[in-house]
């Protein structure tokens, strides 16, 4: 009988053990999940905003992050799919930035070029 309830016990034990392993398994592939899924709207806004065009190699890296991200996930390495993700998701929110302040300064240079060429057409019409 005693050797019966040691045996229960450490079955009851490795189930227990078993089922922690398998929850924090599909903790990993939801976080992994919602991660890919964030850093594909965030790889979306960035080409949305002109990444491609101004910072193509931030959205690149943002890109291929996120490819192999999916490729982690489908292989089940779910932590290392979480992770690349993330590394996406940054990438692709600096790009955005990046491609922000690009299109500032551009906007100024070209503020900077018109008010030059309106100062000089005043200047042109009293030679006349």
Same mark, same amino acid.
């Given at each position: 009988?005693?050797?019966?309830?040691?045996?229960?016990?450490?079955?009851?034990?490795?189930?227990?053990?078993?089922?922690?392993?398998?929850?924090?398994?599909?903790?990993?592939?939801?976080?992994?999940?919602?991660?890919?899924?964030?850093?594909?709207?965030?790889?979306?806004?960035?080409?949305?905003?002109?990444?491609?065009?101004?910072?193509?190699?931030?959205?690149?890296? *943002?890109? %291929?992050?996120?490819? #192999? !991200?999916?490729?982690?996930?489908?292989?089940? @390495?779910?932590? /290392? +799919?979480?992770?690349? &993700?993330?590394? *996406?998701? %940054?990438?692709?929110? #600096? !790009?955005?930035?990046?491609?922000?302040?690009? @299109?500032?300064? /551009? +906007?100024?240079?070209? &503020?900077?070029?018109?008010?030059?060429?309106?100062?000089?057409?005043?200047?042109?019409?009293?030679?006349?």
């Amino acid at each position: 009988m005693r050797n019966l309830t040691k045996w229960g016990l450490l079955s009851m034990l490795l189930l227990t053990a078993a089922c922690a392993g398998m929850q924090q398994r599909k903790q990993q592939m939801t976080s992994a999940q919602q991660w890919i899924e964030t850093a594909q709207r965030e790889v979306q806004e960035a080409r949305n905003s002109g990444a491609s065009q101004y910072t193509p190699g931030a959205l690149r890296t *943002a890109e %291929n992050d996120l490819r #192999q !991200a999916r490729d982690k996930f489908d292989g089940k @390495k779910y932590q /290392e +799919a979480g992770q690349l &993700a993330q590394s *996406a998701s %940054n990438g692709a929110k #600096q !790009a955005v930035s990046m491609t922000a302040e690009l @299109k500032r300064k /551009e +906007a100024e240079e070209e &503020a900077k070029v018109r008010e030059a060429e309106r100062k000089k057409k005043p200047a042109a019409k009293k030679k006349k």
